[in-house]
């Protein structure tokens, strides 16, 4: 049973370094997206000799990329709220699982056994199923979010024109 908790413990601070790497990268795959996206938009602008006459066509193509870049950063933040909450039900699954498995080991008979493991499976369809739905809320959210985000900018993009 202490091999169990061992590998349980193994596993779940695995999978969180797993997940803190995943959210480095991401972080700083988003920031060199931004700067590559800014430093091609002055590109473009210079390249088709948008002058002084065309500030306005350059500040707009400036301006959808800082929105570009804030709504990434939005869906980023999302992403890593998400994969957080995944990796709490996952490391809290395990946890439970563990104290199940001393619960069987503790059986003395066939009736015992059968109660102990159905009412184990019991648990975890409910709190897969409660998983599922705090998972797609914080999705939805995340998606009105970033909606909300790219919305303003198309609005405060069209008051500039």
């Known amino acids: 049973m202490a091999d169990i908790r ?31 996206a800014r430093r091609a938009t002055d590109e473009f602008g210079r390249m088709f000799g948008l002058g002084r006459q ?31 909450q995944w990796f709490d039900l996952v490391q809290g699954r395990l946890h439970k699982n563990v104290e199940g498995m001393t619960k069987l080991a503790q059986c003395r008979s066939l ?9 184990l499976l019991r648990q975890n369809m409910q709190e897969m199923i ?9 999705s939805v959210q995340i998606a009105d979010d970033a909606g909300r985000t790219i919305g303003a900018g198309s609005q405060a993009g069209r008051r500039a024109a």
């Open 6 to 36: 061992k590998n349980a413990g193994e596993t779940t601070r695995d999978a969180d370094d797993f997940a803190r790497q995943g959210t480095e990268t991401a972080e700083a795959m988003a920031r060199t997206g931004a700067e590559s």
């Open 54 to 84: 065309d500030d306005q066509v350059t500040r707009q193509a400036q301006k959808n990329v800082e929105v570009l870049s804030e709504t990434g950063e939005v869906l980023l933040r999302g992403f890593q709220d998400v994969t957080k």
């Open 111 to 119: 009736p015992d056994l059968a109660a102990v493991q159905t009412e």
């Open 130 to 138: 409660d998983g599922t739905k705090q998972l797609a809320q914080r």
